[in-house]
């Protein structure tokens, strides 16, 4: 009797431990998508950097699948975030690079991979750069700027509002500015002058780091920005502070919601322009601020993993290193970029970089990473941020997303179980390629970009078709159109069913 009831006791303590590491278990993976911006297919060690080194992104590359044929949907920023949450092509809406003051451009009755987390029960978080655009148009930016983040999905919102390079130069959390004083009130203009802050153009011996007459306006910290501003003294950003501040918001989300599932969106500044790295990080590579930005950049990778590892999340959490487009060297600051490349190729061996309709303006770096589950793989199956949308949902849990055709389930391929990948996919520049399996159509689009020509960048754009074989021709240097014209045809035709779907 006694062996019996001791029997079930043991049983009893059994199930009671199952159930307990079955609650574990199902419990929904976090998620980080880390969005690097500007960031080139080969600007980190592990994809053949050279001049500088990235070992905490190293190390998610060598214990997690490495893509070498992933894409941003846009070769710029604006278009390739909204199609990364949305889950639809950018070009549908019109998205192009917006300035500081546009209203939001996605869709409040729609859906995004954040509201998809939301109804799945997680806690949602965007910090950094947003670039999506921001209210209804005239913002008020002495009051909460609505809609933003908050009414596509994110509990939590730190943004850089635009980019570094636009005004305003101010932080919001949650959807207001930080630190404002209501006695010196902001303003923004993109338009016209505004008095009270020096413009580039005016005071050039105000500015740490000179610029281009595109990037000549109202100086903060020293740096001539794109567009006006006035007021907001005590809420201006310090540049150099960028990684410290939102490594810290990252980290406080991280904390306060350990015990529940999380998505977090990580969009950093670096390596984008304006790049003025912290003092700790001048001179760490070989490359003057561009390179240091990519050693600031990788930090804070480091800094984000290490207290998941810490706290006991890096088993359950799935993280996703990309960027937003490919590689620029002179965007607008004189930082020496270009002078100081080295024998480092940002691009890799594929041709073009950000804005180029070529492979390198939106192939980009794209490692994904989580120990015990991911194990180390090298990629080269064919995949496109706009299918995240589809992929994650079917992760975080029942209540997927309703679903976009442009976004396709690539959750085996981002998990390493297949490397099967999209056979087609659309890239946006300018104009829009499609890729066929190792085929690369570009549509012909007259016109040139005096600006972009001026700083020796390739648009990728032409008045003719365009046709490239990149399993022989990676370098997209010989175009095959006229040669091929039946394949010509077909991708010409297949591209405009998928734009009139
Ligand atoms: C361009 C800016 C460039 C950069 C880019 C946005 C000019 C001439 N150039 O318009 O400096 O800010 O927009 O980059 O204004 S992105 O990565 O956010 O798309
Ligand atoms: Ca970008």
Redesign the pocket.
């Known amino acids: 009797m006694k062996n019996a009831r001791l029997l079930l006791f043991f049983l009893a303590s059994l199930l009671g431990l199952f159930s307990c590491e079955k609650a574990e278990e199902t419990k929904a993976p976090n998620i980080i998508i880390f969005y690097v911006?500007?960031l080139g297919y080969a600007d980190l060690g592990c994809y053949g950097a050279k001049g500088v080194t990235t070992p905490n992104v190293d190390r998610l590359a060598s214990n997690g699948v490495r893509f070498t044929d992933a894409h941003s949907t846009a070769?710029?920023?604006?278009?390739?975030r909204y199609s990364l949450l949305t889950g639809s092509y950018a070009f549908r809406n019109d998205a192009s690079?917006l300035p500081g003051d546009a209203p939001l451009i996605i869709d409040t009755n729609g859906e995004t991979i954040a509201s998809a987390a939301k109804a799945n029960g997680y806690s949602t978080a965007v910090i950094g750069?947003w670039?999506l655009g921001l209210g209804k148009g005239a913002i008020d930016w002495n009051k909460r700027i609505s809609p933003g983040p908050a009414e596509v999905g994110f509990d939590y919102s730190f943004l850089i509002p635009?980019?570094?390079?636009?005004v305003p130069c101010v932080y919001l959390e949650n959807q207001q500015v930080v630190g404002l004083d209501p006695e010196d009130p902001i303003t923004v203009d993109y338009n016209k002058k505004i008095e009270g802050l020096p413009v580039g153009s005016e005071n050039p011996e105000l500015l740490k780091v000179k610029a281009?007459a595109?990037?000549n306006n109202t100086i903060v910290n020293g740096i001539s920005r794109?567009g006006f501003m006035s007021g907001g003294s005590s809420a201006h950003w310090v540049d150099e502070e960028f990684p410290d501040v939102l490594v810290q918001k990252a980290q406080n989300f991280i904390e306060n919601h350990k015990d529940s599932s999380f998505f977090l969106f990580f969009s950093f500044h670096d390596i984008?322009?304006p790049r003025i790295p912290h003092p700790r990080f001048v001179g760490k590579s070989e490359m003057g601020p561009r390179g240091d930005a990519i050693v600031q950049m990788d930090w804070t990778v480091g800094q984000i993993i290490s207290q998941l590892e810490k706290l006991g999340l890096d088993k359950n959490t799935l993280v996703i290193f990309t960027s937003?487009?490919g590689p620029?060297l002179d965007?607008?600051?004189m930082d020496q970029a270009k002078e100081l490349i080295g024998d480092h190729d940002p691009a890799g061996s594929f041709r073009g970089g950000?804005?180029s309709a070529f492979e390198a303006g939106t192939r980009v770096p794209t490692i994904t990473y989580w120990p015990g589950r991911i194990k180390p793989l090298k990629s080269d199956a064919m995949i496109s941020q706009v299918d995240l949308f589809t992929s994650l949902g079917k992760l975080m849990g029942p209540a997927s997303p309703k679903g976009n055709p442009d976004s396709e389930d690539i959750l085996k391929e981002l998990l390493g179980e297949s490397t099967t990948g999209k056979t087609y996919m659309i890239e946006e520049s300018f104009d829009l390629a499609l890729r066929k399996e190792n085929w690369k159509y570009i549509r012909p689009k007259p016109g040139a970009v005096a600006?972009l020509e001026s700083k020796d960048m390739e648009t990728g754009m032409s008045e003719t078709d365009q046709l490239y074989n990149l399993s022989d021709d990676p370098g997209e240097t010989k175009n095959v159109a006229e040669q091929y014209p039946e394949i010509t045809a077909e991708l010409k035709k297949k591209l405009e069913e998928m734009v009139n779907r």
């Open positions: 911006d500007d070769a710029t920023c604006t278009p390739s690079i750069k670039h635009a980019t570094g390079d636009r281009d595109q990037h794109i984008h322009v937003d487009n620029v965007d607008g600051y950000k804005y600006y």
